[in-house]
């Protein structure tokens, strides 16, 4: 596994993996300026990727009916440098007919056993907060 970021300008750098895909990180104080995610949030964002990616495999592999997942992390920072995170908050919300324990028991699996990032993060301290809800029918953005 490798990463490699390049310097574009400003704040801007070009992210790539080694199967070569890019990604644009970005820092400004102006949010509107910003061309990328800053890596704090792409911290999180693969987070939220890597939970759900476990949790979806998961529940298609038990035949829940699951017609969308969503998963919303909200974090805290320590105040002074370096500004980890102390706390975040993570929400998952399935749409369908899915078995609030199927549900449940696939996010135990991620944040316990496959979610190697939620996991590194807890391991440094991190208190993670899970939360999830199942909404019947599809998602919006479906």
Known sequence: MRAK????????????????????????????????????????????????????????KKKEPVTGLEVIAD?????????????????????GNVKKESLERAIALSQEKYCNISITLKRAGVKVNVSSRIVEGTSDSK
């Open 5 to 60: 970021v390049e310097w574009v300008d400003g704040l801007t750098f070009l992210s790539s993996d080694d199967s070569g895909h890019y990604v644009i990180l970005d820092h400004s104080e102006d949010k509107s300026a910003q061309k990328g995610s800053s890596p704090t949030n792409m911290l999180l964002e693969a987070m939220c990727g890597c939970t759900a990616m476990d949790v979806i495999s998961i529940l298609k």
């Open 75 to 95: 974090g805290t920072r320590a105040t002074e440098h370096p500004k980890v995170f102390t706390d975040i908050n993570i929400e998952y919300v399935a749409y």
